[in-house]
């Protein structure tokens, strides 16, 4: 799930699309949004996410799986494959 959400937050991340706070904004469009739902919804139930909306349900989900798909340059989830395009086709 986490490699998942990583794939397709990347696929549609643009250049400067961070907030003055740090927040990353990524506009996910029709059909890999209702993919992210998907996941986000899953990793809620798995990981015992609660908050007071289902956004914010979905945000502590969204959260934890950056988390473990490691954003950081040490992550073996950021390594290069040679010849491979995360872009779907």
Do not use: I
């Not at 927040?23 to 739902?37: E, F, G, K, R, S």
């Not at 990793?43 to 934890?64: H, M």
Request: aromatic share 4%; net charge negative.
């Amino acid at each position: 799930m986490a490699e998942e959400a990583r794939r397709l937050l990347r696929l549609h991340l643009d250049a400067g699309e961070e907030d003055d706070d740090g927040t990353v904004l990524v506009d996910v469009p029709y059909p890999d949004a209702v993919v992210v739902t998907a996941l986000l919804d899953v990793a809620a139930e798995c990981f015992g996410e609660r908050g007071d909306s289902v956004e914010e349900t979905r945000q502590a989900a969204l959260e934890t799986l950056l988390q473990l798909a490691g954003f950081d340059a040490e992550s073996q989830l950021n390594a290069e494959v040679r010849g491979h395009d995360d872009r779907r086709t």
